[in-house]
């Protein structure tokens, strides 16, 4: 572990790229003695690990941690609660508690610009257990009011941003059997598929901090070997860019983040400044690691070297 620290604080001296104060926010396996995941930070040069969370469920997790934009709070997934919950917490990750209620299984999205707001998926067909079924996206209240459904299509709508100029929500589905990337209003109204794509999935979506671009990872459907890409694209769907491109053996190869797994886990983040993105990858080992690269697809670097998974990043400061 020492010598792991070491490493990260080396690499952060030669990488240093990023502002004084931001931090990314992962999950990770490091120093898990039951396959679970808790939540952990770092600097983006590589330095300064920290570990905020120690109750994890055994071989379940704390994840998702995502931090609110006046940096007061942070709402993260977890099981402590009974089935896979949305838990808040003051921004040190003192005072949690649980947030969403209900016995279905509730997934994080993200907050809404002035941090008075969430949006996330629910399992919502009352049919079926709580932890399967018809994933849909909610907005609601941090105090647990107006818990709003505003998607209402079958399928799996998920991994919801809510965009900094605070007018448009961002998710995939697959509602039409492939996953495609959507935008739509703060209401659910004036709905918009991005990317209109049937043999190749779209997961995994960001905003820019200046609401004109996002990125996402991209795999195409129905071919011998799967392979996964980071692509960025502008607002309205135009102008796709793929940043990895690297489909050589064992490099970007889809691996589930669990068996049988959907690629809806993966995630992507953008640096505050606009310049970079972070993402998890197996690219080059048997585990995920956080890499970052820059927003022209130049400067791709390892973050994260700890031999185990780290997955769902958020990148944050100022």
């Not at 109750?55 to 993260?76: E, Y």
């Not at 949690?96 to 610009?113: A, E, I, N």
């Not at 990337?181 to 703060?186: A, K, N, P, Q, T």
Request: overall charge positive.
């Amino acid at each position: 572990m020492a010598i792991f620290l070491l490493l990260l604080i080396v690499n952060g001296a030669c990488n240093g790229q990023s502002s004084s104060g931001e931090r990314i926010i992962f999950d990770s396996q490091l120093n898990s003695r039951n396959q679970s995941f808790e939540l952990f930070s770092i600097s983006p040069d590589g330095s300064d690990l920290k570990q905020h969370t120690f109750d994890a469920v055994p071989r379940r997790a704390n994840t998702s941690g995502q931090l609110s934009p006046d940096g007061k709070h942070v709402i993260f997934g977890t099981y402590k609660y009974g089935g896979y919950k949305i838990a808040i917490a003051k921004s040190d990750f003192s005072s949690q508690r649980k947030l969403t209620k209900g016995p279905h299984y509730t997934y994080v999205g993200s907050w809404s610009p002035d941090s008075k707001q969430i949006v996330y998926s629910k399992v919502d067909t009352k049919s079926a257990p709580y932890f399967q079924g018809d994933l849909e996206i909610f907005v609601m209240h941090i105090d647990g009011t107006r818990d709003v459904n505003i998607s209402n299509t079958k399928g799996a709508d998920s991994g919801a941003k809510w965009s900094p100029s605070g007018e448009r929500i961002l998710f995939s589905s697959d509602r039409t059997g492939n996953s495609d990337i959507y935008s739509m209003d703060v209401d659910g109204k004036n709905l918009k598929n991005l990317t209109h794509t049937p043999n190749i999935d779209e997961f995994g979506p960001s905003w820019s901090p200046n609401s004109k671009q996002i990125a996402f990872h991209t795999m195409k459907r129905n071919t011998g070997s799967q392979y996964i890409d980071l692509c960025v694209m502008d607002t309205d769907g135009s102008n796709k860019r793929n940043l990895t491109n690297n489909h050589t053996a064992k490099r970007n190869a889809f691996v589930p983040y669990y068996d049988g797994a959907s690629p809806i886990f993966y995630q992507t983040t953008w640096s505050p400044n606009g310049k970079e993105i972070a993402f998890s990858s197996k690219r080059n080992s048997e585990n995920f690691e956080i890499f970052i690269i820059s927003a022209n697809g130049k400067n791709l670097r390892q973050l994260t070297t700890n031999g185990t998974n780290n997955v769902f990043p958020f990148w944050y400061g100022k």
